[in-house]
Every structure is written in structure tokens, then in C-alpha cells.
């Protein structure tokens, strides 16, 4: 077992997802750290510039599957072909977006593996794990953090004794990086046939339709983001002007969508988007863990709050204690009386 391996998600335009280069640059990392060499599979049809994609970002060898019938994404040949992979070469790691691709095929293949799988991953190190009733001490483990308990608490998992050890993350919580401009890896092909069966193929998709994304919360440098503090969809108005005013977007938690305030699209958090703005202003947010997985690697946050012990002001730049019925309406009127 001497890799960490990435599965690679493709888009629409035939380029690699962000939410997989992201993992290819943690996956770096992590093999750094246990001395191994990081791999990515890539299944699909024609994919551009795949290599000038994965290896900068510290990836050594690609294995690649190229057939028409692999995309768009088909639940069976991806799974026998990452499970037959895997067997093959035995990795200490598999990492997979936590998108509706990779929710469907990671627990699939951890099923048939029979190993462990830890979904939304906030953060990915490694450690060691002593455990005392059985007297072993494991090296080299992956713990797997994330929020757990309705986010009372945040969880260490690990998976001491099965391999590989799979965890699931979403877009924007790990940071795509370049490791070397001029990092070269090795491309492997993958035998289609090989890997896979005439009943894996048993399914065709003949058509689809895909609604283009409303709002681009994950790319905006600005947002500014309401919770259940607001008070009402009337209310969010507000956040609505000042984001335009500034050239930002609006972002939402769990509560406040769930409280109707603001439209699904827009909600950040360990169920929502992860995003790293410059600027993150938080209007009537408590600030759970939840939420605070999805944004707490803002460059800037400005936590407008009644509670002056709200959880958020422990991550913000600045705070400001007062009714952001008062606060927002001054912000709004000095930033245009001050702006050209």
C-alpha cells in the first residue's frame, strides 16, 4: 500500500472538476507525508489537457480509462473499474468528491472493498492511533474530521485495520495548489474490457437536461450572509442592497433557508457550499461548526451581531455588537456616499 489515490470527476467541457484538483493538491500533501506517491484516475472519453491539469498539482501517475461509454457518469463500468483499480494496486488512500457523483460511487466501492468510508470531510491529516484495549499502536492512520452530533461536537474517524481508507470532501474545503510547474508523472491506460463487463453497460442514458447554475456563491470574492438572526425573508432585502452595492453575493445558513429567508442555492455551511471570499460578512449568524466549516478560510470576516459571545466572533477580523436593522442601513448609505 504505497499510494494515495484520487478519483477524478469530469465536467461537461471534457477538464477536470475543481472539486477533484482540490483533492489532488491535499492528496499531495498527505503523500508527502506518508512517503508514497500520489495517484488519480480518470474515466471518461476524451478529456483535455489532462496531464498539464493533474501534474503540477503533484500527481504521479494518471491512470486513465478512455471509452464513449463512460460518459456522462454511469453508476456500474466507474464502479468495476475503480474497484478493480483499487485491487490491483492497493491504496493506503482513495479520496472522492462529495458530489452527487461521488456519493453514489464512493460508497459503492468502499461496500465491496469492505472498508471504511467518512462522508464531508472537513480536513484530512495524518496521525497515529493508540488503542489500548487491543494493545496496538497504528502509524501512518488518515484521520477524517468532520462535524458530527448535529455539529456539537467534531469528530476524528479512522479506519485502522481496512484499506484503503476513504473519505469523501466537497468543493472548496481543501485548496487547490500548484506543487511544482514542472512536475512530471507518468500516464497509464486502463483496459476497459479488462475492468469491466457487458452487464455494467446494461444501462444507457439517451438524453438529459442541465439547468444552469443560478448563483455563483463558491467564485464571489464579496458575500455577505445572513442567518436566522435576520428575521425574516423581508429583511434579507437588505443584505440583498448592500451585496449589490459592493459587488458581492448573498449567502444563507442552513437556518435561514430552512427558514424560507433565502432560496437553497445560496447556503453555505457543512450542507451548502464552501467558499474563501476576500470579504465575508456575517449578519445575525451564531456561527455553528456547521457553518463555520464553510467559510472560516474567508480572507476577511465581519460578524455583525446582538450577542457579543456569538460563536462567530471568535473567527472575525472585526465585530460589530448591534441590530443589523441599524448596522446595515449605515453601511449601505456610507459606502455609497464614499465610493465613486
Do not use: W
Not at 503533484?58 to 475503480?82: C, E, M, N
Not at 466501492?109 to 467518512?118: D, V
Not at 474517524?157 to 500548484?178: L, S, W
Amino acid at each position: 500500500m504505497n499510494n494515495v489515490f484520487v478519483y477524478c470527476e469530469i465536467t461537461e467541457d471534457q477538464l477536470i472538476a475543481d472539486v477533484s484538483l482540490e483533492l489532488c493538491s491535499k492528496g499531495r500533501k498527505l503523500a508527502n507525508e506518508l512517503g508514497v506517491s500520489l495517484e488519480a484516475v480518470v474515466i471518461g472519453n476524451e478529456v483535455n489537457n489532462l496531464e498539464q491539469q493533474l501534474f503540477p498539482l503533484g500527481v504521479d501517475v494518471i491512470y486513465q480509462a478512455k471509452d464513449v461509454r463512460l460518459f456522462p457518469f454511469s453508476t456500474l463500468p466507474h464502479t468495476s473499474i475503480v474497484v478493480n483499480l483499487f485491487k490491483q494496486e492497493q491504496p493506503q488512500v482513495a479520496l472522492f468528491g462529495a458530489t452527487s457523483v461521488g456519493r453514489d460511487l464512493a460508497p459503492r466501492i468502499a461496500s465491496t472493498l469492505r472498508c471504511g468510508l467518512t462522508a464531508d470531510c472537513t480536513s484530512l491529516e495524518i496521525g497515529e492511533y493508540e488503542d489500548k484495549k487491543a494493545g496496538k499502536t497504528y502509524q501512518n492512520l488518515l484521520y477524517q474530521i468532520r462535524p458530527a452530533f448535529g455539529g456539537n461536537i467534531i469528530a476524528t474517524i479512522v479506519n485502522p485495520d481496512t484499506r484503503p481508507q476513504m473519505a469523501t470532501v466537497r468543493e472548496g474545503v481543501m485548496k487547490q495548489e500548484v506543487f511544482d510547474a514542472n512536475h512530471k508523472g507518468t500516464l497509464k491506460a486502463i483496459d476497459v474490457k479488462a475492468f469491466t463487463n457487458d452487464t455494467d453497460f446494461i444501462c444507457q442514458i439517451i438524453d438529459r437536461h442541465i439547468e444552469e447554475q443560478k448563483v455563483n456563491i463558491k467564485g464571489a470574492q464579496i458575500i455577505v450572509a445572513g442567518g436566522y438572526g435576520v428575521g425574516s425573508k423581508e429583511n434579507f432585502q437588505q443584505l440583498f442592497d448592500l451585496a449589490a452595492a459592493i459587488g458581492g453575493e448573498v449567502g444563507a445558513t442552513r437556518a435561514a433557508v430552512d427558514g424560507g429567508f433565502a432560496a437553497p442555492e445560496r447556503q453555505i455551511g457543512q450542507t451548502g457550499v464552501t467558499v474563501r471570499p476576500k470579504l465575508y460578512i456575517a449578519c445575525g449568524i451564531s456561527g455553528a461548526v456547521q457553518h463555520r466549516a464553510g467559510m472560516e478560510e474567508s480572507a476577511k470576516i465581519i460578524s455583525i451581531n446582538t450577542d457579543p459571545k456569538a460563536p462567530i466572533n471568535a473567527i472575525a477580523d472585526y465585530t460589530i455588537t448591534g441590530d443589523l436593522n441599524e448596522v446595515l442601513p449605515k453601511m449601505l448609505k456610507y459606502y455609497r456616499a464614499n465610493s465613486k
